[in-house]
């Protein structure tokens, strides 16, 4: 069965960087497209990035410039980079590849000094 297993969060300052990684298993995600997500308390889960099977990258407004994106097909691994790190970034960060409903565990980021 599909999995996919989310890692890479945790606490960092306001300005901070940190890179989160999904690890898929059960599938060869790299024909997928794939996006990170994010959930902040109170709010709903909002999409936060998306790769396609072929490398094209799409952002929502508030992190464009500051987050990127990837893939590494070998590995079966998504990653995204998080630069400028704000606290209105703080949220459970979750991946999904598109056409299958799974979920991760979710991996928490917050930024706060």
């Known amino acids: 069965q599909v999995q996919l297993v989310e890692s890479g969060g945790g606490l960092v300052q306001p300005g901070g960087s940190l890179r989160l990684s999904c690890a898929a298993s059960g599938v060869i995600s790299s024909i997928y497209t794939m996006g990170w997500y994010r959930q902040a308390p109170g709010k709903q889960r909002e999409l936060v990035a998306h790769i396609t099977s072929g490398g094209s990258t799409n952002y929502a407004g508030s992190v464009k410039g500051r987050f990127t994106i990837s893939r590494d097909n070998a590995k079966n691994t998504m990653y995204l980079q998080m630069n400028s790190l704000k606290p209105e970034d703080t949220a459970v960060y979750y991946c999904?590849?598109?056409?299958?409903?799974?979920w991760g565990q979710g991996t928490q980021v917050t930024v706060s000094s």
């Open positions: 999904k590849i598109w056409g299958y409903a799974v």
